[in-house]
């Protein structure tokens, strides 16, 4: 089969990471005699430098014209001064919108050979865990009114948090189905003893579990979720929450798997065309000096084959790979957690993962 990929590489380790995935696309490709084309478009603060806007028509068009998009990161300091509605993350919520990518899947297991890097008591990293992040993505405070005002203290600005019953409903049912495939708990995360919009997440959220008598349904507020993560992540199979608490949780779900740069996910919607990203973002600090970690983004390109295109044997041979160079020892300086150990660099990290391809 030939598949058409595009590339949004984007700002700071972005290039660098996706053309490690790129690689290792290609070799996939190669070994199970697949054809992966890639196309380039612009996103986020290069976009911005070249032509002037985030998120270019050309980019969104080529997106949907796409069979799935891989990207790598968005933002930098260079950018941070701009108006909140031209700053490339603004490009990066444009375009899982416009996609309608209203699923994000995050997941954030624990790798054995990485249970050092793990912050964790050893006896808590023990136990394992396997979480898969649920988030609503185009919804929520992220997307809701907001703006600058005279109020009862001067000034004041202000971001609101909604959400219809449409949306949460779309959600609810992915993280059932998704549990359904998995070890069948779900836990719902809100803030519904303070929040309306929580209180009718809750509701709805009950209401369709209603149709998934197999999975147990538990609701957890967030502030004790954040406490949960790090207390007893082995409790946790599918989350589902908002886009602002799924922001924050998955990247505390992360610290705990060792780093940031191990986590990969998928924006989906009703299509098989998704978004797959690193949940890291540009990393402008260590950008262009080949000592990212790829394996997010690697692990992303696993989730296309596996979610967009169904090759399920495709995406193993990816996963397998990574487990394997990790088992080895091989490390990104990200994964070395101040020790003293030698440390490779994104491209020897991602020969090392094309070998075992
Ligand atoms: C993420 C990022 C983005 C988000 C930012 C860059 C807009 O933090 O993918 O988690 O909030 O979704
Ligand atoms: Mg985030």
């Given at each position: 089969?030939?598949?058409?990929?595009?590339?949004?590489?984007?700002?700071?380790?972005?290039p660098e990471?996706?053309?490690?995935?790129v690689?290792?696309l290609?070799?996939v490709?190669?070994?199970?005699?697949?054809?992966?084309?890639?196309?380039?478009?612009l996103?986020?603060?290069?976009?911005?430098?070249?032509?002037?806007?985030?998120?270019?028509?050309?980019?969104?068009?080529?997106?949907?014209?796409?069979?799935?998009?891989?990207?790598?990161?968005?933002?930098?300091?260079?950018?941070?001064?701009?108006?909140?509605?031209?700053?490339?993350?603004k490009?990066?919520?444009?375009?899982?919108?416009?996609?309608g990518?209203?699923?994000?899947?995050?997941?954030?297991?624990?790798?054995p050979a990485?249970?050092?890097?793990?912050?964790?008591?050893?006896?808590?990293?023990?136990?394992?865990?396997?979480?898969?992040m649920?988030r609503?993505?185009?919804?929520?405070i992220?997307?809701?009114?907001?703006?600058?005002?005279?109020?009862?203290?001067g000034?004041?600005?202000?971001?609101?948090?909604?959400?219809?019953?449409?949306?949460i409903?779309?959600?609810?049912?992915?993280?059932f189905?998704?549990?359904?495939?998995?070890?069948?708990k779900?836990?719902?995360?809100?803030?519904a003893?303070?929040?309306e919009?929580?209180?009718?997440?809750?509701?709805?959220?009950?209401?369709?579990?209603?149709d998934?008598p197999?999975?147990?349904?538990?609701?957890?507020?967030?502030d004790?979720?954040?406490m949960?993560?790090?207390?007893?992540?082995?409790?946790?199979?599918?989350?589902?929450?908002?886009n602002?608490?799924?922001?924050?949780?998955?990247?505390?779900?992360?610290?705990?798997?060792?780093?940031?740069?191990?986590?990969?996910?998928?924006?989906?919607?009703?299509?098989?065309?998704?978004?797959?990203?690193?949940?890291?973002?540009?990393?402008p600090?260590?950008?262009?000096?080949?000592?990212?970690n790829?394996?997010?983004?690697?692990?992303?390109?696993?989730m296309?084959?596996?979610?967009?295109?169904?090759l399920?044997e495709?995406?193993?041979?990816?996963?397998?790979?990574?487990?394997?160079?990790?088992?080895?020892?091989?490390?990104?300086?990200?994964?070395?957690m101040?020790?003293?150990?030698?440390?490779?660099?994104?491209?020897?990290?991602t020969?090392?993962i094309?070998?075992?391809?």
């Amino acid at each position: 089969m030939n598949y058409n990929i595009g590339l949004l590489k984007g700002d700071g380790i972005g290039p660098e990471i996706v053309s490690s995935a790129v690689k290792v696309l290609e070799k996939v490709g190669a070994k199970y005699g697949h054809t992966f084309s890639f196309t380039d478009y612009l996103i986020g603060g290069i976009a911005i430098d070249t032509v002037g806007e985030g998120l270019p028509k050309e980019t969104v068009e080529g997106c949907l014209g796409s069979d799935s998009v891989l990207l790598g990161a968005v933002g930098g300091p260079k950018w941070d001064t701009l108006p909140g509605n031209q700053r490339p993350e603004k490009a990066l919520l444009g375009i899982r919108s416009a996609m309608g990518l209203y699923t994000n899947l995050r997941p954030a297991k624990l790798y054995p050979a990485l249970k050092d890097a793990s912050p964790l008591r050893a006896d808590i990293v023990e136990k394992g865990f396997d979480i898969m992040m649920v988030r609503e993505l185009t919804g929520g405070i992220y997307f809701g009114e907001r703006g600058r005002r005279e109020g009862k203290y001067g000034p004041e600005a202000y971001d609101t948090e909604a959400y219809s019953v449409m949306e949460i409903e779309r959600i609810a049912r992915v993280a059932f189905e998704t549990a359904m495939k998995r070890n069948k708990k779900v836990i719902s995360v809100d803030k519904a003893n303070v929040l309306e919009s929580s209180r009718l997440w809750r509701e709805t959220v009950h209401r369709i579990a209603a149709d998934y008598p197999e999975v147990e349904c538990t609701d957890m507020l967030v502030d004790n979720t954040a406490m949960q993560i790090v207390r007893n992540p082995a409790q946790f199979d599918v989350v589902v929450t908002s886009n602002m608490f799924g922001d924050i949780l998955s990247d505390e779900a992360s610290q705990i798997t060792g780093s940031i740069g191990m986590l990969a996910s998928a924006s989906l919607g009703d299509t098989s065309r998704g978004l797959y990203e690193p949940i890291h973002g540009s990393a402008p600090d260590i950008a262009g000096q080949n000592k990212a970690n790829p394996i997010a983004t690697i692990l992303s390109a696993a989730m296309m084959l596996r979610y967009s295109f169904s090759l399920m044997e495709e995406a193993d041979c990816i996963e397998n790979a990574v487990n394997k160079v990790l088992d080895k020892g091989y490390r990104t300086a990200d994964l070395a957690m101040g020790r003293d150990i030698p440390t490779l660099s994104c491209s020897e990290m991602t020969d090392k993962i094309l070998e075992e391809i």
